[in-house]
């Protein structure tokens, strides 16, 4: 039911899911689970506890589910589960949870994993999520659905990024990202929104009107941050805003990029 080459070895216990093509020189771990129609190029190593879901392909030289890269781990029990139909490129690097972090790292569906990039443990990456070349989402870290993080970007550890954001290429973000935010800058800087992202999106008009008056009264309307983002609560019906609204007043270990 499965393609194999001669040259993989495929430890006793690991899964592989019917219609999955397994490259040469792929090494697949007692613990994996491969969903159907996987497709390993070349010189994959998958290990540990993960699982990775249907029609995902993973390109060569992929290091998948490795223990983490975190001096408190201790070889304690963690999982790293991957969502159907991603694509992970050459190089790219995903770690397993620890027990501080609840013991799973986890991807989302439709994501694109460009050459080099790394996803360490614990980080909750959403759907339709697109992480360019060589940039490095850090411990802990919640990127919420169809964010786009641009090449040679940090994301600091417990950072969040709100769903629809996009970050420039070149970027370090060490504060939380609104939703449909737009940060660039080496520093990151919050710079405005992603209205290129909303309107390809298709966002009625309407809300992209809210979202822009919402972003005008969070940079420059009277009281704290946190004051602006309640009186949004109540004044705004836009779906959107109150999107935003609910991820600004989330739990969180980090400080926000405010609207420079």
């Known amino acids: 039911m499965a393609d194999v080459h001669p040259s993989a070895v495929i430890a ?3 899964v592989i899911g019917a219609g999955c093509h397994i490259g040469p020189f792929c090494v697949i771990g007692p613990e994996v689970v491969l969903g159907e129609r996987v497709t390993l190029k070349s010189h994959v190593v998958i290990d540990g506890d993960t699982h990775i879901g249907d029609e995902t392909v993973v390109f060569s030289f992929a290091v998948i589910g490795e223990i983490p ?3 408190k ?15 992970i490129r050459e190089h790219v690097t995903m770690n397993t949870g620890t027990a501080n972090g609840g013991g799973e790292t986890r991807i989302g569906d439709d994501g694109l994993f460009m ?4 996803i360490a443990h614990d980080a909750q990456i ?3 999520v697109i992480i360019v070349n060589s940039s490095a989402i850090a411990g802990h870290c919640i990127i919420e659905d169809d964010v786009i993080v641009g090449g040679l970007c940090g994301v600091h550890q417990f950072v969040r990024i709100g769903r629809g954001a996009i970050i420039g290429a070149v970027t370090m973000v060490t504060k939380d990202v609104v939703p449909h935010g737009l940060v660039q800058g080496p520093r990151g800087v919050l710079d405005g929104l992603n209205l290129v992202g909303l309107k390809r ?7 992209i009107t809210a979202l822009r008056a919402a ?6 309307g009277e009281g704290t941050f946190q004051d602006r983002a309640h009186r949004l609560a109540d004044e705004s019906d836009s779906a959107y805003v109150q999107q935003m609204v ?3 007043l989330g739990d969180t270990d980090r400080n926000f990029l405010t609207p420079g």
């Open 12 to 14: 006793d216990g690991a």
């Open 69 to 71: 890269q975190d001096l």
């Open 73 to 87: 781990f201790g070889g304690e029990k963690s999982r790293l589960r991957i969502g159907a139909r991603n694509r």
């Open 115 to 118: 050459a080099g990039c790394h």
């Open 126 to 128: 959403g759907d339709r």
């Open 201 to 207: 999106k298709g966002v009625a008009r309407a809300d």
């Open 215 to 220: 972003f005008q009264m969070l940079k420059d």
């Open 246 to 248: 609910a991820f600004i």
